[in-house]
């Protein structure tokens, strides 16, 4: 019971081991001396393998038959399928068992491998020869001789020479016939105790040798097979005399043991046999049976006279572990006597292992090749391991001689898989000689060795590397096309095709290089012109040739090289400039600005003036011209010359350029009316006429020339019906609507006329005076009308688009009245409070402003102008009058918003217009703009001076600015309270003076009107004597 227990938990460890291992065993029943594509079986199904998805493999399922090189397989499998068939090689199970004495089984065994190595796994296939009839039962001669002594008593029993038959089983030999016995003789058969069919032959008469001593017959021998096969031999019996007594061993069976390295002519055993008989019939003679294999009687000598078996030649114990030696001993009868020597060769270790190594991976001339992207575990070749001799010295062990990426892994009984171990690299090693070693464990040990070639295929792994990741070069501009600049270089670990390297340009590349796909050679094939690029940055390609091929990329700097092969350039060819004709002596004109495309000091540009000109000068670098001499635009209105910019180049270029400078005349005449001749005059115009028909045309001149002697016209008062507008370019009054019966009468509008002058217009207004009716009778009576009207303050015409009720009308008369009252009396309480509190030091601030002299223009100067600006607060002295607000009609050229208006009665307006004197005040144009003529409608790409209009200066003011930066030079005051809300570097925005600002806080409401009453104005006259025209006693402003 134990030793079961012992078997079963052995076999169930040793399945473990084998199923782990990736290794099986499969069993298959074939017949001997198949024919050809005979379908054996189906690995496939038979391991369930189909159970296994295809997709999750890299490559299809592979079934590879392992064999020994040199070898003919007896089957073939089909690789992708797993089918097994015969092949053309004969199916010989004596061939194949030859050796093998007492065995009922024949096996022929392979190995074959399961593709790829995710489900790899090695099947050893066993297959069981079955033996066919095909080989006839034979004797060991034709013809056999016996002797019988002639006394032999009836059913006395003699034995024949027994048949052999290659076949086993029912195939060997079943049974002996005797042909032609004459009845004299019989035959039995007898089976030995080692299953041996022996023929004997019975006497069944009595002999007499004198009668007959020589019988003749035939002896057949059948096997059991199918078809049955036989032969025969010649039986040929002799009658000998008699001889009464038999040889006799002493023993009948002997076993013996002799060592396989025993000397030729070592003594095996001694026979002893005995006859009773006395004189030559006790005479014995030792010889072997006809039994005994030729194998036997060539190893052995077998003394006939002495019994004695010695060692005739060397034993080998793996070509016969024992041998099986009938020996007869015979007086000269027809009985001898028998003995079985069993002979055992016992093993020494005499024989080295033996290495047989079977490829999975089909070598090349002997050399395994294998990829180095060859992964782990990948099998390469069934190692199988065997020694001859027995127990411990056949026990081999097989490994490696040194340290390889290849191991050795077990999976049958002396059986190793080669596989890889670790990564390959071709770049490293690109061949390995593993050395096999085989020993086995005698004493000594007998050691055995094999190389098996391995020789890496080189995998395009490696991307080509760059010498300099990172190319920085300089070339000096205006090259010669096709000039080389350097040598890319780049390497590749690999080799053959994979480590051939092509060079390329990226996409990012400019035409003006080339690089050589061979050579690496950069080209430029343009000439290179650093002041159109300075820097060019690309990168370039390295690729080699494998499949698929791999790329690596360095970036290229190439810096170009400053000569000096551009002259400085003027940002004009001709430059302009307007001076005002009081602007002081070395003041600023302008900027000359000058650029070189060229670096460093072939860049560094001085400027000079040309034609040894003293009157003006001009800053080297700065390129700033001022004057040396005081301007007089009546004697001289423009001055010419020529600048000269030089760079610093060791070959230095130059350029040069005109420069005019044009004396201006100022604004300082404001526009005097012509028509009408004074505000009394008056023009009757016709109820009849039809609108659009000029009723009068206002002329006004103006003593200045250009822009600011151009006018333009507008009706700012009077007008309250709307019937009247005015054409702003020609002053034509034309019709605005029909006239009806209530625009019969006098109608008082009051036109101004202001020039276009810079920076600030000028302006004059007067009273146009228009009689609507068919005929003039009395003009004594219009004329006293116009002197009451010019008396009388002008409102704003307020149309009322609704009609209300009569009570809402009251209530709306009421608030108007109060609110009215309430605005009088405010209005003349700031007025005297403001009076009151004039101080004398804001005159003498106004006689500093006409002292002002010209400043260098500069951030202090700006800075500190700002500063003041920001002290600045609502002037003390504003004079407040009774004031009319009206609303601005939407068709007034002038006013696009509500506007305050203050009206003053018409002498006081003339007595207060002050002249404004330009005479010195500075004004810088585009020096693009044309001639003096026309400057002032100059088309400049510049923006003009943006002046609020209608700003009358009782005293003269400068303006400075900074330089602009585009060659124009602006002058500014630095003591002058200005500031622009607007980001144009030509524009100067309104400017306040204490003396004639008199914007005041008041709310402007659309269409509604105050009004005042006679009475009211009768109570006012005292305090607010100016009223209605929107003129203060020190200047007038629209």
């Not at 900027?591 to 080297?620: C, H, M, Q």
């Not at 307020?798 to 009251?810: A, C, F, G, L, N």
């Not at 009609?889 to 307006?909: F, G, H, M, S, W």
Request: glycine residues 4%; negative net charge.
């Amino acid at each position: 019971m134990d030793l079961l227990s012992g078997t079963y938990i052995f076999a169930v460890l040793l399945a473990c081991v084998v199923f782990q291992s990736g290794a099986q065993e499969k069993n298959y029943t074939i017949r001997e001396e198949m024919p050809e594509n005979v379908l054996i079986g189906d690995l496939l199904k038979d391991l369930n393998l189909s159970l296994i998805p295809d997709k999750s493999l890299t490559t299809p399922m592979q079934f590879k038959l392992v064999y020994k090189t040199g070898d003919v397989p007896l089957i073939r499998i089909e690789e992708g399928t797993g089918e097994i068939f015969t092949t053309g090689a004969r199916i010989d199970r004596e061939k194949l068992c030859a050796g093998i004495i007492v065995d009922t089984h024949c096996f022929y065994e392979v190995e074959v491998a399961v593709l790829p190595d995710e489900i790899f796994r090695l099947v050893k296939i066993r297959f069981l020869i079955e033996d066919i009839n095909d080989n006839a039962p034979l004797f060991p001669a034709t013809v056999i001789n016996i002797s019988i002594p002639e006394n032999s008593a009836i059913n006395s029993r003699y034995a024949l020479p027994a048949a052999i038959d290659p076949d086993t089983g029912i195939n060997g030999v079943q049974n002996y016939q005797l042909i032609k016995g004459q009845n004299i003789f019989g035959l039995d058969i007898i089976e030995t105790p080692e299953g041996e069919k022996m023929p004997q032959l019975i006497v069944q008469k009595e002999l007499d040798r004198e009668e007959k001593d020589t019988y003749v017959m035939k002896v057949k021998v059948e096997d059991g097979g199918f078809p049955q096969r036989s032969s025969t031999a010649i039986l040929q019996v002799s009658v000998a005399d008699t001889n009464d007594n038999h040889p006799v061993f002493k023993e009948n069976e002997i076993e013996v043991s002799i060592p396989e390295n025993a000397p030729v002519g070592s003594s095996v055993t001694q026979l002893h046999a005995t006859d009773a008989d006395i004189g030559e019939n006790a005479r014995i003679h030792f010889y072997f049976s006809s039994l005994v294999s030729s194998v036997a009687k060539r190893l052995f000598h077998l003394n006939s006279t002495t019994g004695l078996i010695t060692v005739k030649e060397p034993l080998d114990r793996e070509e016969s572990p024992n041998h099986k030696l009938l020996v007869l001993a015979s007086d000269g009868g027809l009985m001898p006597a028998r003995a079985m020597v069993l002979v055992n060769v016992t093993d020494v270790n005499d024989n080295v292992p033996l290495i047989d190594i079977r490829y999975i991976i089909n070598p090349i001339n002997g050399t395994v090749v294998l990829s180095e992207n060859a992964p782990l575990n990948t099998k390469i070749a069934l190692i199988t391991v065997t020694d001859k001799d027995a127990d411990h010295n056949g026990r081999v062990t097989c490994f490696t001689d040194h340290e390889v990426p290849f191991r050795l892994r077990p999976v049958f009984s002396n059986q190793f898989l080669l596989e890889t171990a670790a990564y390959l690299d071709y770049e490293s090693t690109r061949e390995y000689a593993i050395k096999l070693l085989a020993s086995d464990a005698g004493k000594p040990p007998l050691n055995q060795s094999s190389m098996l070639l391995i020789k890496l295929k080189d995998e395009n792994d490696n991307a080509p590397v760059f010498t300099q990741p990172f190319i920085s070069l300089s070339v000096p501009e205006n090259n010669s096309p096709g000039t080389q600049l350097t040598k890319i270089s780049a390497t590749d670990a690999d080799t053959g095709r994979n480590a051939e390297i092509h060079y390329l340009l990226g996409i990012d590349a400019p035409s003006e290089f080339n690089l050589d796909h061979r050579t690496g050679i950069l080209t430029a094939v343009k000439k290179l012109d650093r002041e159109k690029q300075e820097k060019y940055s690309f990168t370039v390609l390295a690729k080699d040739n494998g499949m698929p091929s791999l790329i690596t990329n360095a970036t290229v700097l190439v810096t170009i090289l400053d000569q000096n092969d551009n002259s400085p350039i003027f940002t004009h060819n001709e430059y302009n400039f307007y001076v005002p004709e009081n602007l002081p002596r070395h003041g600023t004109v302008g900027l000359i600005t000058v650029t070189d495309p060229d670096y460093g000091e072939n860049s560094a540009v001085t400027l000079s003036i040309l034609d040894a000109n003293d009157d003006f000068t001009i800053d080297p670098q700065s390129g700033v011209i001022q004057p040396n001499i005081s301007f007089d635009r009546e004697k001289q209105e423009s001055y010419t010359f020529n600048v000269k910019a030089e760079d610093g180049g060791r070959v230095s270029h130059s350029s040069t350029a005109k420069v005019t400078i044009n004396v201006v005349d100022v604004n300082d005449n404001k526009p005097v009316f012509v028509v009408p001749p004074s505000n009394y005059s008056f023009e009757l115009v016709s109820p009849s006429a039809n609108p659009g028909t000029v009723v009068f045309t206002v002329v006004a001149i103006d003593n200045d020339t250009g822009m600011n002697a151009e006018l333009r016209y507008s009706i700012v008062g009077g007008n309250t019906k709307g019937l009247f507008m005015i054409d702003q370019t020609t002053g034509n009054i034309t019709l605005k609507e029909k006239c009806v019966l209530a625009d019969l009468g006098l109608h008082k509008l009051i036109v101004k006329a202001k020039d276009l002058g810079q920076p600030d217009s000028l302006f004059s207004v007067i009273n146009v005076n228009l009689f609507v009716n068919e005929s003039m009778t009395n003009a004594t009576l219009i004329y006293e009308l116009v002197r009451k009207n010019i008396e009388i303050p002008v409102t704003q015409n307020v149309e009322t688009t609704h009609t209300s009720s009569p009570s809402s009308d009251y209530v709306k008369i009421m608030v108007a009245i109060v609110a009215g009252t309430i605005t009088v009396i405010l209005v003349i309480f700031i007025t005297a409070v403001v009076r009151c509190r004039q101080s004398p030091h804001l005159k003498a601030a106004q006689k500093n402003k006409q002292n002002s002299e010209w400043v260098t223009p500069n951030p202090e100067n700006r800075q500190m102008m700002m500063m003041k600006k920001k002290k600045k607060h609502t002037p003390k002295n504003l004079l407040l009058n009774f004031v009319t607000i009206e609303e601005a009609k939407a068709d007034d050229a002038d006013n696009d918003r509500n506007t305050v208006t203050l009206d003053l009665p018409v002498e006081l307006e003339e007595q207060t217009m002050v002249k404004y004197n330009w005479g010195t005040t500075p004004t810088t144009f585009k020096p693009d703009s044309p001639d003096l003529a026309q400057h002032y409608k100059s088309a400049s790409p510049q923006p003009a001076f943006q002046i609020q209009p209608e700003t009358p200066l009782n005293l003269k003011h400068h303006i400075i600015q900074e330089l602009p930066l585009d060659n124009t030079f602006v002058g500014c005051d630095s003591i002058s309270k200005c500031s622009s809300s607007s980001s144009d570097p030509y524009s100067i925005s309104e400017c306040s003076y204490p003396v004639t600002n008199i914007k005041t806080p008041v709310s402007v409401h659309t269409r509604l009107t105050w009004g005042i009453s006679s009475r009211m104005l009768q109570q006012s006259t005292a305090t607010a004597p100016y009223i209605g025209h929107g003129l203060s006693p020190l200047g007038c402003r629209s």
